[in-house]
Nanobody
Framework: VQLQASGGGSVQAGDSLRLSCSAS????????MAWFRQAPGKEHEFVAL????????YYADSVKGRFTISRDTVKNTVYLQMNNLKSEDTAVYYC??????????????WGQGTQVTVSS
């Protein structure tokens, strides 16, 4: 499966952004989908995942209550709605496809990343 992430940008603290990740190639519905992020000088950090059915979701404590992950199986796209953004959310955001996990390396495919910059 090939993944293409988009929707990043530069915003002010408290603003919202919606990231999108479109999938092509192997059937989208076979994969759990996740978002990770990487700030400069840091490791990839798990953000959120949605199960292959779209029913189950899981969030990092740092984004719980502010971010929402969802998937559209018709459009082969997964979204990350990010509300009340904080400066510490600044990072490159990546989508990933594979078995549900909070570990970057355990996924089968990754998108190219989209930059999110939040100014306080």
């Amino acid at each position: 499966v090939q993944l293409q992430a988009s929707g990043g940008g530069s915003v002010q603290a408290g603003d919202s952004l919606r990231l999108s990740c479109s999938a092509s190639g192997r059937p989208f519905g076979r994969y759990s989908m996740a978002w990770f992020r990487q700030a400069p000088g840091k490791e990839h950090e798990f953000v959120a995942l949605v199960s292959y059915t779209g029913v189950g979701t899981y969030y990092a404590d740092s984004v719980k209550g502010r971010f929402t992950i969802s998937r559209d199986t018709v459009k082969n796209t997964v979204y990350l709605q990010m509300n009340n953004l904080k400066s510490e959310d600044t990072a490159v955001y990546y989508c990933a496809a594979g078995d549900a996990s909070q570990t970057w390396s355990e996924y089968d495919a990754w998108g190219q990343g989209t930059q999110v910059t939040v100014s306080s």
